[in-house]
């Protein structure tokens, strides 16, 4: 008598055996997709200002201090949202945070639109630096906590890019619709659209699995990562729980024997990286007219054209060298152009034009850098603190710069400018000749 037929059900699916060798998933890319959206709308908001503050310095006769005070404004802001945001970011977790900050950034850009006073203004943008300051350090951290080692480079890197398309984007809508001073306004308050986008899609965002293992909270974690990852937590990624930090005694374990010389590394690449880069785009309008090109509104997307350009092709050098090499290389090339901008300065309009078009393709590829080594950098306790100290003594530096550079082209000159702005750059060279480490096959994972 024959045996009755059977249905085979399909096998479940498979868990990976570690979140490091999790395959890509819808998941991945939501975290990512709102991860690249908050630097969208980091680097919208910083580009607009420097796009419409000509506008407003005519509509409003701004000092010169005040120009510098709403050009540095939300950088200003973004050093205090990484310092303490950043720290809380350990202390509570990285979801709320990974929420509550677009709400402030979501509101206080819709508030611009009537912020009429210079004062007023100033204080918008700082709120908004303060938000994107928590995002600085959660949204890095949060990605490189789900992200697998494989992918983890191109993911991080990815973001820098998403930042440069939303500053591109706000320097080309700035220069050619903002010429009038409500234009301007209604510019700099559309920063809430992009915030809000972020805000609505990152509702329903697990806490990192990663953390919860640092709490001691290993269930949770291990659920999270079967839920939304399809995987296991590893042998290496489950450490048994840390202790507990006090914030004093978080920031100086930044600086204790074992990390003091990743912390000091890291500030200086950081800072080296942004200061030129913040200090030159926001006053880009006055530079091209140092350098009395004939077309200012076309060299200026010519040169967002390259910022664009640079960031993705950098991507792919992101992938392929390690972190070491990439940095020390790329601050040699950025040193030498901004040298050749000095040496160059009363020669002709295309003299000048080539080594600033390199400097921006080569500055928009190394930028990658700024989203990837930081998290590489520390361990799970420390990640989200020592992401926010390195963004927040970077934002001084690029306040710093940025703040300064007005002065230093009416007293220096557009040679003696270029030429400080290069010995940035050539600092940095030198500290990550003697500091960089290669962090490019780091767990950053695990629980510890």
């Not at 010389?261 to 006055?286: D, E």
């Not at 004939?294 to 092709?313: A, E, H, K, T, Y």
């Not at 080594?373 to 390195?390: D, K, Q, S």
Request: proline share 6%; aromatic share 10%.
């Amino acid at each position: 008598m024959p045996k009755p037929a059977t249905v085979e059900s399909d096998p479940p699916e498979r868990l990976a055996p570690s979140l490091d060798e999790a395959p890509l998933r819808p998941f991945h890319l939501r975290v990512t997709a709102t991860t690249f959206g908050a630097n969208f709308s980091d680097g919208y908001a910083l580009g607009m200002i420097g796009a419409v503050l000509a506008t407003l310095t005519d509509a409003r006769h701004l000092s010169g201090v005040w120009q510098g005070l709403l050009g540095a404004s939300a950088l200003i802001g973004l050093f205090f949202g990484s310092i303490v945001l950043g720290r809380v970011g350990d202390i509570i977790g990285r979801q709320k945070l990974y929420i509550y900050n677009f709400v402030l950034i979501t509101v206080a850009s819709a508030l611009q639109l009537w912020a009429r006073d210079p004062a007023l203004l100033f204080t918008l943008r700082v709120l908004i630096g303060f938000g994107l300051g928590a995002d600085y350090a959660v949204g890095p951290t949060m990605l490189s906590e789900f992200a697998p080692r494989r992918l983890r480079g191109v993911l991080l890197g990815s973001l820098t890019v998403m930042w440069t398309v939303g500053y591109v984007i706000a320097g080309i809508l700035g220069t050619y619709l903002g010429k009038s001073e409500g234009a301007a306004y209604l510019l700099l308050a559309s920063g809430a659209v992009p915030a809000l986008l972020v805000l609505l899609l990152r509702f329903g965002t697990p806490e990192s699995p990663s953390w919860l293992i640092s709490q001691g909270r290993v269930a949770e974690a291990r659920a999270i990562a079967r839920k939304y990852l399809r995987a296991e937590l590893g042998a290496a990624e489950v450490a048994p729980p840390e202790r507990r930090t006090s914030t004093a005694g978080a920031y100086r374990e930044l600086f204790s024997p074992g990390q003091a010389r990743r912390t000091w590394f890291g500030t200086v690449f950081y800072s080296a990286q942004v200061l030129p880069y913040f200090a030159i785009y926001t006053f880009m309008p006055t530079i091209l007219a140092a350098l009395h090109v004939p077309d200012p509104d076309l060299q200026n997307l010519l040169l967002n054209l390259f910022l664009l350009g640079g960031g993705v092709i950098g991507l792919w050098f992101l992938q392929k060298c390690g972190r070491r090499p990439l940095t020390i290389v790329t601050f040699g090339i950025m040193t030498a152009a901004l040298t050749l901008m000095g040496a160059f300065a009363h020669a002709s309009t295309i003299a000048l034009m080539v080594p600033f078009l390199v400097y921006t393709f080569v500055m928009a590829g190394a930028s990658n850098l700024t989203q990837v080594y930081p998290a590489e950098l520390y361990p799970t306790h420390l990640r989200a603190t020592g992401v926010g100290f390195l963004n927040g003594t970077s934002r001084i530096a690029s306040a710093v710069g940025t703040f300064i550079l007005p002065v230093s082209l009416e007293h220096l000159g557009l040679s003696g400018s270029m030429y400080w702005l290069a010995a940035v750059l050539l600092v940095g060279m030198l500290v990550s000749l003697a500091w960089a480490p290669e962090t490019r096959e780091s767990v950053t994972t695990s629980g510890g």
